[in-house]
C-alpha cells in the first residue's frame, strides 16, 4: 500500500493537469499513488493518461457530472493511502523535494492536518500575487480554535495541505468557504495541526476559476458565511471575534435590512444579528462605511498599513 494518495479532481483543463502532473513525477518521495477523478464533458484527459502508461496512476471517469467539491470527495473515496494530499489540477508541486515536506509533516501520527507555505502564482499574468506564510502564533492559534479560521483562510488552498484520511469529507453545500469548512472539522475532532514555512506548493491562479466567480457572489457569501456559524453553533457575534467578520459583509454588500440576510439564508441566524438593524442602524452603518473606506483609503497609500 502506497503512504501517500496524491488526489487530482479534474475537470477539463488537460493542460493544466499536464503541468500538474510533470510536477509530481519528478518528486524524491516516490511511495505514492495518483488517484484521478474526471468530471470532463469529454476524454481528453482519459486519452492522454493512456499515453503514459504509469501504473501509479488510477483513473476513474465520472459516470455523471458530480462538480465542485463532491469531485474532490470521489478522488477522496477512492484513495487507498493513510495520508491524502489533494492537488487540484491548476496547481503544482514547487520542486522536487515537496512532497517530501508533505510527508514529513505528517510523521507523528497525532496531526490530522498539516500545511505549507504557499505561493499564489497569476497563470494569465505568469507572476507571484503573494505568499501564504502565515506565523506560528497564528497557527498555534488555529490548534487552539479551529473556529478562527472563519475569520480568515490562514492555511490556503487544499493543495497546501496534507491529511489523514477519515470519514470527514468536503460539505458539498459549500462553494467558497468548503476548504477553512474542511479543516475545522479535521481540527475539532483531534485538534493537532502542523505547519512548514517552506514554499513547496504553487497555487495556480486564473480569471476562469469558480473562485473568481463566487468571491464576489452576495448570495453566495452571505449563505455560506451564515452556513458555518450555525454549523457549528455559533450564537453570538457582536463583541466576539467574528463581530469585525459580520461588519465586513454587510458593508460590503449594502445590507440594509434583516432581509437581505434572510432572502439568502433562511435558517437559524445567530441571535444578536437582528438588533444590528434596528431603530439605530442607520448611525451604526454610516460611521462603518466611513471607517471602512478610511482604512482601505490608507491601505491603499501606504501598502504596509
Given at each position: 500500500m502506497p503512504k501517500v494518495s496524491i488526489c487530482i479532481p479534474t475537470y477539463n483543463n488537460?493542460?493544466?493537469l499536464k503541468r500538474c502532473l510533470s510536477s509530481i513525477l519528478i518528486q524524491t518521495f516516490q511511495d505514492y499513488e495518483i488517484v484521478i477523478t474526471d468530471d470532463s464533458n469529454n476524454d481528453q484527459i482519459?486519452?492522454?493518461?493512456?499515453?503514459?502508461?504509469?501504473?501509479?496512476?488510477?483513473?476513474?471517469?465520472?459516470?455523471?457530472?458530480?462538480?465542485?467539491?463532491?469531485?474532490?470527495?470521489?478522488?477522496?473515496?477512492?484513495?487507498?493511502?493513510?495520508?491524502?494530499?489533494?492537488?487540484?489540477h491548476d496547481d503544482w508541486f514547487t520542486h522536487e523535494k515537496s512532497l517530501q515536506i508533505f510527508y514529513d509533516l505528517m510523521h507523528d501520527s497525532k496531526f490530522s492536518l498539516a500545511f505549507v507555505a504557499s505561493r499564489n502564482y497569476h497563470l494569465d499574468n505568469k507572476s507571484v500575487i503573494s505568499?501564504?506564510?502565515?506565523?506560528?502564533d497564528v497557527v498555534s492559534q488555529i490548534e487552539y480554535n479551529p473556529l478562527l479560521l472563519i475569520k480568515g483562510n490562514y492555511i490556503g488552498a487544499p493543495s497546501a495541505t496534507i491529511f489523514r484520511k477519515s470519514d470527514i469529507l468536503f460539505d458539498s453545500k459549500l462553494i467558497w468557504?468548503?476548504?477553512?469548512?474542511?479543516?475545522?472539522?479535521?481540527?475539532?475532532?483531534?485538534?493537532?495541526?502542523?505547519?512548514?514555512?517552506?514554499?513547496?506548493?504553487?497555487?495556480?491562479?486564473?480569471?476562469?476559476?469558480?473562485?473568481?466567480?463566487?468571491?464576489?457572489?452576495?448570495?453566495?457569501?452571505?449563505?455560506?458565511?451564515?452556513?458555518?456559524?450555525?454549523?457549528?453553533?455559533?450564537?453570538?457575534?457582536f463583541n466576539s471575534e467574528f463581530h469585525e467578520n459580520v461588519q465586513k459583509l454587510i458593508l460590503r454588500f449594502n445590507l440594509k435590512f434583516i432581509t437581505d440576510i434572510t432572502k439568502h439564508y433562511q435558517y437559524e441566524l445567530p441571535k444578536d444579528i437582528r438588533l444590528y438593524f434596528g431603530w439605530n442602524y442607520k448611525i451604526k452603518y454610516v460611521l462603518h462605511k466611513f471607517r471602512y473606506r478610511l482604512s482601505s483609503f490608507l491601505s491603499i497609500k501606504n501598502p504596509r498599513l
Open positions: 488537460l493542460e493544466s482519459n486519452m492522454y493518461l493512456q499515453t503514459l502508461s504509469n501504473s501509479k496512476i488510477r483513473y476513474y471517469k465520472n459516470t455523471t457530472q458530480l462538480g465542485s467539491p463532491e469531485n474532490w470527495n470521489q478522488a477522496i473515496r477512492m484513495s487507498v493511502a493513510n495520508l491524502v494530499k489533494i492537488m487540484h505568499i501564504n506564510m502565515p506565523g506560528m468557504l468548503v476548504d477553512i469548512d474542511f479543516y475545522i472539522s479535521l481540527l475539532l475532532r483531534n485538534g493537532k495541526l502542523n505547519y512548514s514555512t517552506n514554499d513547496a506548493i504553487t497555487i495556480g491562479i486564473s480569471n476562469s476559476q469558480i473562485t473568481t466567480h463566487v468571491i464576489n457572489d452576495e448570495k453566495i457569501n452571505i449563505f455560506e458565511f451564515f452556513y458555518l456559524l450555525n454549523k457549528y453553533s455559533i450564537i453570538r457575534v
